[in-house]
């Protein structure tokens, strides 16, 4: 993470904030999205019938891919945080597009740029990210976002 000066938050609009660690997408955590979720469509859980389908495997869920982004921020170094900030909170999407599956086993990593900074109240700042999922392997992202973030400082 990158601690800055609330009064900046807005000098960094347009800048690439950098990108995540990979992390591995495999079956058994495909399988707990699926119990979690109870979304056990063949397609996610069970490889035999994959292997029938132009994917060849099973693919993980998207909203599995898109509930990553909160662990997957947390690695990208350049990610802001403004000094003093008491909490962070989901304030949803601007918008969503699942691009490609990530078949099991695949590794994704995210990528991130500030899109905009705005006070909204004193000491709370909303926060538009673009996020891209990437495959590693891939041309094509597993998702890109415009995820909403509101600072409270």
């Keep these: 993470m990158k601690v800055v000066e609330v009064a900046s938050l807005t000098d960094y609009v347009g800048t690439e904030l950098g990108a995540s660690d990979w992390f591995q997408i495999d079956q058994d955590r495909i399988d707990a999205f699926a119990d979690a979720t109870l979304d056990h469509q063949f397609i996610h859980v069970d490889l035999d019938q994959a292997r029938n389908t132009p994917f060849g495997t099973t693919i993980a869920h998207g909203y599995l ?12 170094d350049g990610f802001l945080m ?16 699942f691009m490609a599956p990530v078949k099991q086993g695949k590794r994704v990593r995210a990528l991130a740029t500030l899109l905009d900074a705005t006070e909204k109240r004193e000491g709370q700042w909303l926060l538009k990210f673009a996020f891209t999922v990437e495959i590693e392997g891939e041309d094509k992202p597993a998702l890109v976002a415009e995820w909403l973030l509101m600072y409270f400082v």
């Design 65 to 76: 891919t898109l509930s990553l982004l909160p662990y997957l921020q947390a690695s990208i």
């Design 82 to 97: 403004p000094k003093g900030m008491k909490m962070a909170m989901n304030y949803g999407f601007d918008k969503l597009r």
